[in-house]
């Protein structure tokens, strides 16, 4: 009991990819490679850790070495996502209030409806134990996700979140597209472009200074809400990067 059986991997797990930002405990890394393998996801990105891993490590991982032998490990969030078409960032802090940027969140079971079975690679990306993502890691993320819980009690166990997560994808990811549903997700380089022209938009436009990153913020997460297909990208980045360009000339020294 507990072994692993030699069957094919579900067709979805290719899509999926985990990243844990600077797992502080080294059981917790291996509970999470055992995890994702129990959903069928193999690919594992964890940022600030050499990628040798303790004996601990691999003894809560069990019958899942592989996804330790070939996790991938990188020095920043940014590496870690940079082949990825859509990244999903976690986290159990909530905050109430209708100018609330940080925090709009998804609930689990909505993701595979939205993201499977379409082209590019998915990353769900989880922060170390008790801190959670920061800010400025959560603004790399194109959607929110959070856990239901009791607010009495909210933030789960690393392993745990990342296995309520998976068992969501698992259960909801279903075989067949929707009609119009192909190729919603971005290439990487579109939506670095993206974030960049937002960037620039926002850093040129007549506004007071604290209020750039809000807007900045806001307009990112409006637009990758949609899922928005190539083709619907290279249009708004027309009209993004005009509007960019004309602040620019009029304030040169912006």
């Not at 405990?25 to 040798?52: E, K, Q, Y």
């Not at 609930?107 to 590019?120: C, I, K, M, Q, S």
């Not at 134990?129 to 239901?148: A, F, S, Y």
Request: aromatic residues 4%.
């Amino acid at each position: 009991m507990g072994g692993r059986a030699e069957i094919s991997l579900p067709e979805h797990q290719s899509r999926v990819c985990i990243v844990l930002v600077e797992p502080m405990h080294d059981g917790n890394i291996g509970a999470v490679a055992r995890s994702i393998m129990n959903f069928g996801i193999t690919d594992l990105r964890v940022v600030g850790r050499n990628g040798v891993w303790s004996e601990e490590t691999r003894k809560r991982a069990k019958n899942a070495q592989v996804v330790l032998d070939n996790a991938q490990v990188s020095d920043s969030l940014e590496e870690a996502v940079s082949d990825c078409s859509v990244v999903i960032g976690t986290s159990g802090k909530r905050e109430d209030g209708d100018k609330t940027v940080m925090r709009h969140f998804l609930l689990p079971d909505e993701l595979p409806n939205r993201l499977t079975d379409v082209d590019g690679k998915v990353a769900l990306v989880f922060g170390p134990e008790g801190k959670g993502l920061l800010n400025e890691q959560l603004r790399l993320c194109d959607l929110l996700v959070t856990i239901p819980t009791w607010e009495g009690y909210p933030i789960l166990n690393l392993s745990h979140a990342v296995a309520i997560i998976c068992y969501s994808w698992f259960v909801n990811s279903t075989t067949k597209s929707p009609s119009g549903s192909e190729e919603r997700l971005l290439a990487p380089d579109l939506r670095k472009r993206l974030r960049l022209e937002t960037s620039r938009l926002v850093a040129a436009m007549p506004t007071k200074e604290h209020r750039r990153e809000g807007i900045e913020e806001t307009l990112i997460r409006v637009v990758m809400r949609g899922l928005p297909k190539d083709d619907e990208i290279h249009r708004l980045l027309g009209v993004i990067t005009a509007a960019a360009d004309a602040f620019e000339e009029e304030n040169p020294e912006s």
